[in-house]
């Protein structure tokens, strides 16, 4: 059975991208920050979950060696920090909590499985964010991040090319998740954004979770793509 671990797997886009996973054959570890809310994802999906945080090394470092050099089909790093703010509140914690999770943490998986994945010839999917081709106000920092994410996505493509691992992403637009309620938007002005956002989307609607986790599972196996940052935006970029 081929094995798959997506971050971040316990909500949203990972949850949805899990279970789809699972209903095509895979055998799927999830992972995420909070012990009840992992428990309960995997215990609802069937599958395993490990706590995990992506910001710490130790915790990126214990999920390596559960995997205990096993075959490793696909990884999506999907476990990210987002949180929009205007740029005189960043602080240095901010930077290093942004950067940890959303940078180093991937990075740094992608490095401790390298042997399980060049063992099964597996597939890497980052998910990324539209906003890194989109400029958002109050989203410089996460912003950044994600561009990052996108650069080391084309540049590994090429390096891990040899070993038969591809490395892609998915950039989503808007897509209706809890992840809206924690970008640290008052509630008052939520809706009101929501709707500002909905009106520049040329499909006139948000994203489902699942559509994005369709176009997730298509990257890890579509054997001749790698390299690629595929928009999953409702049309927005090709405005």
């Known amino acids: 059975m081929k094995i798959i671990i997506i971050t971040g797997g316990n909500s949203g886009i990972g949850y949805a991208t899990a279970k789809l996973c699972k209903e095509r054959g895979y055998k799927v570890i999830?992972?995420?920050?909070?012990?009840?809310?992992?428990?309960?994802?995997?215990?609802?999906?069937?599958?395993?979950?490990?706590?995990?945080?992506?910001s710490n090394q130790q915790?990126?470092?214990?999920?390596?060696?559960?995997?205990?050099?096993?075959?490793?089909?696909?990884?999506v790093n999907n476990a990210a920090l987002a949180k929009f703010m205007p740029l005189e509140a960043h602080s240095?914690?901010?930077?290093d909590d942004f950067f940890n999770t959303n940078i180093r943490g991937p990075l740094s998986l992608i490095q401790g499985l390298l042997p399980s994945l060049?063992?099964?010839?597996?597939?890497?999917?980052?998910?990324?964010?539209?906003?890194?081709?989109?400029g958002l106000s109050n989203a410089s920092?996460?912003?950044?991040?994600?561009?990052?994410?996108?650069?080391?996505?084309?540049?590994?493509?090429?390096?891990?090319?040899?070993r038969s691992i591809r490395v892609n992403a998915v950039a989503p637009g808007a897509i209706d998740t809890p992840l809206i309620s924690k970008l640290g938007i008052p509630p008052e002005h939520l809706?009101?954004?929501?709707?500002?956002?909905?009106?520049?989307i040329p499909m006139q609607r948000y994203g489902k979770a699942d559509e994005i986790a369709e176009v997730i599972?298509?990257?890890?196996?579509?054997?001749?793509?790698?390299?690629?940052?595929?928009?999953v935006d409702g049309?927005?970029?090709a405005c």
């Open 92 to 95: 240095d914690n901010d930077y």
């Open 141 to 162: 920092l996460y912003a950044a991040t994600k561009g990052a994410m996108d650069a080391f996505t084309r540049s590994l493509s090429i390096e891990l090319a040899p």
């Open 30 to 54: 999830i992972t995420g920050r909070n012990q009840e809310r992992v428990c309960h994802a995997a215990e609802k999906l069937g599958v395993t979950g490990i706590v995990a945080d992506m």
């Open 59 to 75: 915790d990126i470092k214990k999920l390596v060696s559960e995997l205990d050099g096993k075959p490793l089909a696909g990884l």
């Open 118 to 134: 060049e063992s099964a010839q597996g597939s890497i999917v980052n998910v990324s964010s539209a906003v890194s081709a989109n």
């Open 217 to 231: 599972i298509s990257q890890l196996e579509a054997s001749y793509v790698t390299g690629a940052i595929w928009s």
């Open 235 to 237: 049309g927005v970029n």
């Open 191 to 200: 809706d009101a954004l929501k709707e500002q956002v909905q009106s520049t």
